[in-house]
């Protein structure tokens, strides 16, 4: 049996597991204890449509985790994000849909079953893309899974018996657990406010797996290849191996994320998943930090809210119009944000969001000298 | 295996009954009383493995047994030559046990030195760290006839590669030992129960800044009398060192003040060791241990202040202008401090706090020092202005004294009743006494030596037949209470105009600026003072950079005319605090830094005077060459 070891002084550290830990200063503990009781809160101090909006978020940063693992850690370039998206929202949305219905639906209404099928139909898919990703690199796999986008998106359209088809587009998968619906009002609690503890409840599971992924073995072993590959090759890192089970936990999210996402509104339709989804989730991991779980999920949160934001800014800057009509007006101000936004992270802060709380913890780390 | 061998220690030590204290003894009762408390702690990649008292006192029974096996009889000597690591204190641990003696080895010194030692001590066996080291005694091996076996520690680059017969893996002689172990229960015990206070413990080896080495025989009574005084006499910090005090051990654990710190009060206070990675990482160790108690030569105090003057010189605006205001406030608390003996007034107490906040809290934990409760400088003369500087921030600074011969233990500075610029008060149990013709500082106390090893005239010309030792430090009282010491009696030196200097205030003054790493007064039978300075590269090099003085090697930053008139500010600044007959006249800048394989330093980094001024003999012409520029 061992002594503990000697208290506040958080750099000596007399194990791996210590070494290891997920939150190992007391700051850090104290910080996200505050952190999560402030987002439970957060349902009786908000709005209906702005708690929907946050529970979009939460998914959107399931989604942002499953791209940051594969972009981020292993280094894996892919555009084709929207594509497993698609493949788990349709998943589940089969599974779960009215058997009688004008679509493909096979009544399994429970999400304990949907959700986890939609991962692993997804991450299937990732398994059969992987094998691209170890031969090619760089640019060429970001043009290779692109042309997945293509090809999902033909399918989705064309195949109308699951998708409802273009323009009309079909109910998303039922939000129920044995047998009792998760997000309907009633006395306790409003249809969003249980929507989003429910997606933030999955959103930390999430995001705690892949923080213990990204601290294990593999990884290691991601951002070994991420950092130089060939040297990641001679050390002894199986890259057909890691890079497929990369692309294999990335998909199981995305898919996930994508069976989430539609529950928020309920409908959706093939349009959806176009190259712009990808894009999207590419600017929430470069948005947020490359490389950090908490990146993606500032990331997922900073894109989901940015047309509100700037809904918001119209109060502010009265000339900006909030016609589409006149000129200019908030929509082309959110374009013309979203893309500068992505230019400017890309030039002064390549590290993201979290990139700027790295530089200000930093500065008062190193308090009273600069290095 | 602890909860069966301890009972029969203390058995074996009971049935004995007059069995003296020794180290081994200390370590033996520790494991019995806290068996799972941390005792010592090393880095190995990356994680600080700790090792509890039990386990400690296992290996150090196995490393014994493994001892006797090898044939190792009491008084026979085993040296040790490593940096600090668990390996060593269990070797002077269990070789303390088995009654034999103990002789640290300097890694750093060269093959020829180590060969005089292991010759002239006569080691029978000798544990060696690694492949470096193994080299250094295989090249010497057939000089010290009494050299049998060398146990290496880090097999890379030996096992496989050498076949000498003498070599033995770490783990062999740990087997050898379990076997022993395991044939002859008890051996060890038995020998320690026999154990008497005139057995010699440790034999350190002296610097020798003026010649070869002397080894100084400590005694089992001389180091329990050294041990008792630092930890329960209060020799220390106040309240005295417990086992929930950390230290860093990081000084050469051949030196005698190092072995108080790590070796000794681990044992007597159960104090929790961490040994540094390296001598380089000692910044980072520093922040990642923050020990609660932390011996430091001025070099090292030194090393840190210049560090703190360039990285506040190179922070951010704000950072610096914050950081500068706020120590000049810990100048005047220091001041303050100095003043009333290290005592807080309620004016200093509240510009503390408040800097607390602001800059103290954080520097001190950037250097280290956040949780020292307990700094001493020792082993060397340090410059007031040092110290005064760390009680600013908040160190409670302690200047201490003692040497080889006299167990390390004469004097120090005690909490509360500082004086800067002594090295404090006789501790308990201590008579000294200041020889009224010579100025000549002596002691004598139960911690005094028993004699150099076979070298009567040495013993004779120290140590007097009523037991006071000659220092060889010339001192004076202050205020009847503190001593102040003026310098070594060898080195003091008489100008042309009769004046008596001692060199060592005037240097450590110049030490005192970050840009100053070493100076040597000259000065004796001449008609002024000169000296030669070696730079402090990391300050000076970014310091030049600043003004971007483009430069390539230190011989060509010291020939930079700019260097020269940086440094010539140094000196200048430290003339205006001096009478004229005390004042540097002239000075030459070394053209490269002193080296202890070119015996310039001793292994413990001391300036050899006479290698010094041999060596740069030129320059010290020039100096008194007339009508050269000052």
Redesign the interface.
Same mark, same amino acid.
């Given at each position: 049996? %061992?002594?503990s %070891? =000697?208290r506040? %002084?958080p !750099? !000596? %550290?007399? *194990? #791996?597991a210590e070494?290891l830990a997920l939150l190992d200063t007391p700051a850090k503990r104290v910080s996200t204890a505050v952190l999560l009781v402030a987002a439970l809160a957060l349902p009786f101090l908000l709005a209906d449509d702005l708690l929907q909006l946050l529970a979009v978020g939460c998914v959107a940063a399931i989604g942002a985790i499953g791209l940051g693992l594969v972009t981020g850690y292993a280094g894996q370039v892919s555009l084709g994000h929207a594509f497993f998206l698609g493949i788990g929202a349709y998943t589940a949305a089969a599974l779960s849909g009215d058997p009688d219905g004008r679509v493909i639906g096979l009544g399994v209404t429970d999400i304990a079953l949907w959700l986890p099928a939609a991962g692993l139909v997804a991450a299937a898919a990732g398994v059969l893309v992987a094998p691209l990703a170890t031969r090619l690199r760089g640019l060429y796999l970001a043009i290779v899974t692109l042309g997945l986008v293509f090809i999902g998106q033909h399918v989705f359209n064309e195949w109308s018996a699951l998708t409802g088809g273009a323009g009309v587009g079909r109910p998303a998968a039922t939000l129920e657990f044995l047998g009792r619906p998760l997000a309907t009002t009633d006395a306790t609690a409003t249809r969003d406010q249980k929507l989003f503890w429910l997606m933030l409840a999955l959103l930390v599971v999430f995001a705690v797996a892949a923080r213990n992924l990204a601290r294990s073995r593999i990884g290691r072993a991601f951002t070994a290849i991420r950092d130089r590959d060939i040297a990641a090759g001679v050390i002894g890192v199986n890259l057909p191996r890691y890079k497929t089970v990369a692309f294999a936990v990335s998909s199981f999210y995305a898919g996930c994320a994508g069976a989430l996402l539609y529950t928020v509104t309920g409908f959706f339709d093939p349009g959806s998943f176009s190259l712009l989804l990808s894009v999207q989730y590419i600017a929430m991991v470069l948005i947020g930090g490359a490389g950090t779980i908490s990146g993606a999920i500032a990331g997922a949160f900073f894109i989901t809210l940015l047309p509100r934001l700037t809904r918001e800014l119209q109060a502010w800057v009265p000339f900006i119009s909030t016609q589409p009509n006149e000129v200019p007006n908030v929509f082309q101000v959110e374009t013309i944000l979203y893309g500068v936004l992505i230019i400017v992270f890309l030039i002064f802060e390549p590290r993201g969001l979290f990139g700027l709380w790295v530089r200000a913890r930093n500065y008062w780390k190193?308090? =009273?000298? *600069? #290095? | 295996m602890t909860a069966t061998t301890a009972p029969s220690g203390v058995a074996a030590a009971g049935t004995a009954g007059a069995a003296a204290t020794t180290i081994a003894s200390r370590v033996r009762d520790r494991a019995r009383d806290a068996p799972d408390r941390a005792a010592m702690r090393e880095k190995i990649r990356g994680i600080w493995q700790e090792t509890t008292w039990s386990e400690y006192w296992d290996t150090v029974l196995t490393v014994g047994h493994g001892l006797l096996a090898l044939g190792i009889d009491p008084a026979d000597r085993v040296a040790v030559l490593a940096e600090n690591r668990r390996e060593w204190l269990w070797t002077d641990v269990a070789t303390v046990a088995v009654r034999a003696v103990t002789v640290g080895l300097y890694p750093t010194n060269p093959a020829g030195d180590i060969g005089y030692l292991l010759a002239h001590s006569g080691a029978r066996v000798l544990v060696a760290e690694d492949q470096e080291q193994v080299d250094k005694a295989l090249a010497v091996l057939d000089d010290c006839p009494r050299l049998e076996r060398v146990v290496y520690l880090e097999p890379r680059g030996v096992r496989g590669r050498y076949a000498h017969p003498a070599l033995l893996h770490w783990d062999e002689f740990l087997a050898a030992g379990a076997a022993h172990r395991a044939a002859h229960p008890g051996a060890v015990e038995r020998l320690m129960a026999a154990a008497t206070g005139t057995d010699l413990a440790t034999l350190i080896y002296t610097s020798g800044t003026t010649g070869r080495p002397k080894g100084a025989m400590l005694t089992n009574a001389n180091v329990d009398f050294a041990v008792h005084t630092a930890t329960e006499g209060g020799g220390l910090a106040s309240p005295p060192p417990g086992p929930d005090d950390l230290i860093l051990s990081y000084l050469p654990l051949c030196h005698v003040a190092e072995r108080v710190f790590t070796t000794w009060t681990n044992a007597g206070a159960g104090v929790q060791v961490n040994f540094a990675e390296s001598i380089a990482t000692v910044p980072a160790n520093l922040r990642e241990v923050q020990p609660t108690i932390l011996f430091g030569v001025p070099r090292i105090w030194e090393k840190i202040l210049a560090t703190v003057t360039i990285r506040v010189a190179s922070a951010s605006p704000l950072k610096r202008a914050v950081t500068r205001f706020w120590l000049r406030v810990s100048d005047r608390i220091g001041a303050r401090l100095v003043a009333t003996g290290g005592r807080h007034t309620p004016a200093t107490r509240l510009a503390y706090a408040i800097g607390w906040l602001f800059c103290y809290r954080a520097l001190r934990e950037r250097i280290g020092v956040r949780r020292v409760r307990y700094a001493a400088s020792g082993a060397a003369p340090i410059a007031p202005e040092v110290l005064r500087f760390f009680m600013g921030i908040g160190v409670p600074m302690h200047e201490v004294y003692g040497m080889t011969e006299n167990s390390a233990i004469a004097t120090g500075n005690r909490p509360g009743r500082v004086r800067l610029g002594t090295v404090g008060e006789p501790q308990d149990g201590v008579e000294l006494r200041i020889d009224e013709a010579t100025g000549e500082i002596l002691t004598r106390h139960p911690g005094v030596f028993a004699g150099y090893l076979d070298d009567p005239t040495a013993t004779a010309a120290v140590l007097e037949p009523d037991g006071w030792l000659h220092t060889g430090d010339v001192g004076e009282w202050v205020d009847g209470t503190h001593v102040r010491i003026t310098g070594r009696a060898k080195d003091i030196m008489i100008t042309a105009g009769g004046k008596n200097i001692g060199p060592a205030g005037i240097e450590n003054e110049l030490k005192a600026s970050p840009y100053v790493k070493e100076a040597v007064l000259i000065g004796d039978r001449r008609p002024y003072l000169v000296t030669l300075i070696g730079i402090e590269v990391d300050t000076v090099g970014q310091w030049a950079q600043q003004r971007r003085l483009a430069y390539t090697t230190y011989r060509d930053l010291t020939g930079k005319p700019e260097v020269v008139e940086l440094i010539r500010s140094v000196v200048d600044e430290v003339n205006d605090r001096h009478p004229p007959v005390e004042q540097v006249k002239r000075f030459r800048l070394l053209p490269k830094e002193l080296d202890q394989d070119d015996g310039e330093l001793t292994a413990t980094q001391k300036v050899r005077r006479e290698a010094v001024a041999r060596a740069f003999a030129g320059l010290v012409d020039e100096l008194y060459a007339p009508g050269g520029d000052r």
């Amino acid at each position: 049996m %061992r002594t503990s %070891r =000697p208290r506040g %002084r958080p !750099l !000596l %550290r007399t *194990s #791996y597991a210590e070494d290891l830990a997920l939150l190992d200063t007391p700051a850090k503990r104290v910080s996200t204890a505050v952190l999560l009781v402030a987002a439970l809160a957060l349902p009786f101090l908000l709005a209906d449509d702005l708690l929907q909006l946050l529970a979009v978020g939460c998914v959107a940063a399931i989604g942002a985790i499953g791209l940051g693992l594969v972009t981020g850690y292993a280094g894996q370039v892919s555009l084709g994000h929207a594509f497993f998206l698609g493949i788990g929202a349709y998943t589940a949305a089969a599974l779960s849909g009215d058997p009688d219905g004008r679509v493909i639906g096979l009544g399994v209404t429970d999400i304990a079953l949907w959700l986890p099928a939609a991962g692993l139909v997804a991450a299937a898919a990732g398994v059969l893309v992987a094998p691209l990703a170890t031969r090619l690199r760089g640019l060429y796999l970001a043009i290779v899974t692109l042309g997945l986008v293509f090809i999902g998106q033909h399918v989705f359209n064309e195949w109308s018996a699951l998708t409802g088809g273009a323009g009309v587009g079909r109910p998303a998968a039922t939000l129920e657990f044995l047998g009792r619906p998760l997000a309907t009002t009633d006395a306790t609690a409003t249809r969003d406010q249980k929507l989003f503890w429910l997606m933030l409840a999955l959103l930390v599971v999430f995001a705690v797996a892949a923080r213990n992924l990204a601290r294990s073995r593999i990884g290691r072993a991601f951002t070994a290849i991420r950092d130089r590959d060939i040297a990641a090759g001679v050390i002894g890192v199986n890259l057909p191996r890691y890079k497929t089970v990369a692309f294999a936990v990335s998909s199981f999210y995305a898919g996930c994320a994508g069976a989430l996402l539609y529950t928020v509104t309920g409908f959706f339709d093939p349009g959806s998943f176009s190259l712009l989804l990808s894009v999207q989730y590419i600017a929430m991991v470069l948005i947020g930090g490359a490389g950090t779980i908490s990146g993606a999920i500032a990331g997922a949160f900073f894109i989901t809210l940015l047309p509100r934001l700037t809904r918001e800014l119209q109060a502010w800057v009265p000339f900006i119009s909030t016609q589409p009509n006149e000129v200019p007006n908030v929509f082309q101000v959110e374009t013309i944000l979203y893309g500068v936004l992505i230019i400017v992270f890309l030039i002064f802060e390549p590290r993201g969001l979290f990139g700027l709380w790295v530089r200000a913890r930093n500065y008062w780390k190193a308090w =009273p000298f *600069s #290095y | 295996m602890t909860a069966t061998t301890a009972p029969s220690g203390v058995a074996a030590a009971g049935t004995a009954g007059a069995a003296a204290t020794t180290i081994a003894s200390r370590v033996r009762d520790r494991a019995r009383d806290a068996p799972d408390r941390a005792a010592m702690r090393e880095k190995i990649r990356g994680i600080w493995q700790e090792t509890t008292w039990s386990e400690y006192w296992d290996t150090v029974l196995t490393v014994g047994h493994g001892l006797l096996a090898l044939g190792i009889d009491p008084a026979d000597r085993v040296a040790v030559l490593a940096e600090n690591r668990r390996e060593w204190l269990w070797t002077d641990v269990a070789t303390v046990a088995v009654r034999a003696v103990t002789v640290g080895l300097y890694p750093t010194n060269p093959a020829g030195d180590i060969g005089y030692l292991l010759a002239h001590s006569g080691a029978r066996v000798l544990v060696a760290e690694d492949q470096e080291q193994v080299d250094k005694a295989l090249a010497v091996l057939d000089d010290c006839p009494r050299l049998e076996r060398v146990v290496y520690l880090e097999p890379r680059g030996v096992r496989g590669r050498y076949a000498h017969p003498a070599l033995l893996h770490w783990d062999e002689f740990l087997a050898a030992g379990a076997a022993h172990r395991a044939a002859h229960p008890g051996a060890v015990e038995r020998l320690m129960a026999a154990a008497t206070g005139t057995d010699l413990a440790t034999l350190i080896y002296t610097s020798g800044t003026t010649g070869r080495p002397k080894g100084a025989m400590l005694t089992n009574a001389n180091v329990d009398f050294a041990v008792h005084t630092a930890t329960e006499g209060g020799g220390l910090a106040s309240p005295p060192p417990g086992p929930d005090d950390l230290i860093l051990s990081y000084l050469p654990l051949c030196h005698v003040a190092e072995r108080v710190f790590t070796t000794w009060t681990n044992a007597g206070a159960g104090v929790q060791v961490n040994f540094a990675e390296s001598i380089a990482t000692v910044p980072a160790n520093l922040r990642e241990v923050q020990p609660t108690i932390l011996f430091g030569v001025p070099r090292i105090w030194e090393k840190i202040l210049a560090t703190v003057t360039i990285r506040v010189a190179s922070a951010s605006p704000l950072k610096r202008a914050v950081t500068r205001f706020w120590l000049r406030v810990s100048d005047r608390i220091g001041a303050r401090l100095v003043a009333t003996g290290g005592r807080h007034t309620p004016a200093t107490r509240l510009a503390y706090a408040i800097g607390w906040l602001f800059c103290y809290r954080a520097l001190r934990e950037r250097i280290g020092v956040r949780r020292v409760r307990y700094a001493a400088s020792g082993a060397a003369p340090i410059a007031p202005e040092v110290l005064r500087f760390f009680m600013g921030i908040g160190v409670p600074m302690h200047e201490v004294y003692g040497m080889t011969e006299n167990s390390a233990i004469a004097t120090g500075n005690r909490p509360g009743r500082v004086r800067l610029g002594t090295v404090g008060e006789p501790q308990d149990g201590v008579e000294l006494r200041i020889d009224e013709a010579t100025g000549e500082i002596l002691t004598r106390h139960p911690g005094v030596f028993a004699g150099y090893l076979d070298d009567p005239t040495a013993t004779a010309a120290v140590l007097e037949p009523d037991g006071w030792l000659h220092t060889g430090d010339v001192g004076e009282w202050v205020d009847g209470t503190h001593v102040r010491i003026t310098g070594r009696a060898k080195d003091i030196m008489i100008t042309a105009g009769g004046k008596n200097i001692g060199p060592a205030g005037i240097e450590n003054e110049l030490k005192a600026s970050p840009y100053v790493k070493e100076a040597v007064l000259i000065g004796d039978r001449r008609p002024y003072l000169v000296t030669l300075i070696g730079i402090e590269v990391d300050t000076v090099g970014q310091w030049a950079q600043q003004r971007r003085l483009a430069y390539t090697t230190y011989r060509d930053l010291t020939g930079k005319p700019e260097v020269v008139e940086l440094i010539r500010s140094v000196v200048d600044e430290v003339n205006d605090r001096h009478p004229p007959v005390e004042q540097v006249k002239r000075f030459r800048l070394l053209p490269k830094e002193l080296d202890q394989d070119d015996g310039e330093l001793t292994a413990t980094q001391k300036v050899r005077r006479e290698a010094v001024a041999r060596a740069f003999a030129g320059l010290v012409d020039e100096l008194y060459a007339p009508g050269g520029d000052r």
